[in-house]
């Protein structure tokens, strides 16, 4: 093999180490069929810009922006009832 082309070689450039623990065999990975379910919902998540992921890790998304990352609820917002007294 290539010395370019060989995975566990670092180039300076990139890690390679972390992907590799993650899926030991990438080009069976890349082989394989398209998880059509698993597309969809990563190009939803690329078109509405939010994180894709588990309760946990939005969780964890949240506390590093300090905001929640999940969608609100649509529609307008409910005016506070005591705030519209208060109102001319």
Do not use: C, I, W, Y
């Not at 390679?16 to 990563?42: G, I, N, Y």
């Amino acid at each position: 093999m290539h010395a370019l082309l060989d995975p566990a070689r670092a180039d300076g450039f990139t890690e390679t180490a972390p992907v590799r623990q993650r899926v030991p065999d990438f080009a069976a990975l890349l082989r394989s069929d398209e998880d059509e379910t698993m597309s969809a919902l990563l190009r939803r998540s690329e078109s509405t810009g939010r994180p894709l992921g588990d309760s946990g890790f939005l969780n964890r998304v949240a506390a590093m922006l300090g905001r929640d990352p999940k969608p609100g609820k649509r529609g307008p917002k409910v005016k506070d009832e005591r705030l519209s007294a208060l109102s001319p």
